[in-house]
């Protein structure tokens, strides 16, 4: 069982309107009122209902069932990039959505952890790209980078899909995010700290020898295991968690029965809740808020779930 801060509550009252959503209603409102007493008043003009909705959304409303298939929505292609084809990280394997109609996507480097290469995460590449993300798995310089190296190479990964990669043109630079698992969870944490514009990080069972991160500004989700004798709870994942800005949206989840290496397999618990975070931080799509508030509750999969609601 985990350790430390309280654990899982309910969320305060539902988050309020978003922005936009608020301001559909205002217009609209006025647009009643002025028809109301004779026509619109000089200017105004209906707001289109498109005005309203958020242009980042893809793909269909989510639903419990959704979320939880291997598989998305969208078709999904995938192109190898040689480790000389790119510089500042070893290559890797990008996935994306086919179809091209919906536009631009967020995008999201992952990495592996200590002598492991990219394989040991390619689960994630089609389960996230057929929701609606440009997802690159890659290799590092060498199986046995540590932390800071990994981050470095996360955002050269990132770089490289976005401005010399043969999918830019699919790519919304302004939202891009980070993954990794182990040292490479470790890895997105520094990646995390050095570009403050990063949209979402996620350490999966994440090492590091730093444990405090205080610096971050990147909404962060930190996934530990109960039986993860490599980078335990109470020496990795919890800390990570507890160094956070309380004003920074956060969460904790905790598997329950699971070990270090669960992220290096298909694991349901791992990509529903990882997808939400990704979607409701890179693509702002509120959709996906009511998997991570109210609280996840403890689970035969979840041991302890804490985190930020509502989300900001």
Not at 189 to 203: D, G, M, N, W
Not at 238 to 261: C, I, R, V
Request: proline residues 8%; charged residues 15%; glycine residues 10%.
């Amino acid at each position: 069982m985990g350790r430390g801060a309280a654990r899982s509550r309910p969320c305060p009252l539902p988050r309020p309107r978003s922005r936009s959503r608020v301001r559909s209603l205002v217009l609209t409102a006025g647009v009643a009122t002025a028809a109301l007493f004779g026509g619109l008043v000089p200017g105004a003009q209906a707001a289109p209902e498109a005005a309203a909705a958020n242009p980042y959304e893809r793909g269909p409303a989510p639903t419990v069932a959704a979320i939880e298939a291997p598989l998305g929505s969208y078709a999904v292609s995938q192109t190898a990039v040689s480790a000389g084809a790119v510089s500042g990280f070893g290559g890797g394997t990008i996935y994306y959505p086919t179809s091209t109609a919906d536009g631009t996507f967020g995008a999201v480097a992952i990495a592996p952890g200590f002598t492991a290469t990219q394989s040991s995460v390619a689960w994630l590449g089609p389960r996230l790209a057929s929701r609606g993300f440009v997802v690159f798995t890659i290799n590092t310089l060498s199986t046995l980078d540590q932390p800071a190296a990994r981050g470095r190479q996360l955002l050269a990964a990132l770089d490289h899909l976005k401005q010399n990669s043969t999918v830019s043109g699919r790519i919304d630079a302004a939202r891009l995010g980070v993954m990794g698992h182990s040292m490479g969870g470790g890895g997105s944490l520094e990646a995390a700290k050095s570009r403050t514009t990063l949209k979402a990080a996620i350490p999966l069972t994440g090492w590091n020898t730093d444990k405090t991160w205080p610096e971050l500004r990147t909404p962060t989700l930190v996934v530990g295991a109960d039986g993860d004798t490599v980078a335990p709870v109470a020496t990795h994942s919890e800390p990570f968690y507890e160094s956070l800005p309380g004003t920074l949206d956060k969460a904790y989840l905790e598997l329950n029965g699971a070990t270090h290496s669960a992220p290096t397999s298909s694991n349901t618990t791992i990509a529903k809740y990882s997808l939400s975070w990704l979607k409701r931080f890179i693509d702002d799509d509120t959709r996906y808020e009511q998997f991570l508030c109210p609280l996840p509750q403890p689970s035969p999969t979840i041991e302890e779930y804490r985190g930020s609601c509502p989300l900001g």
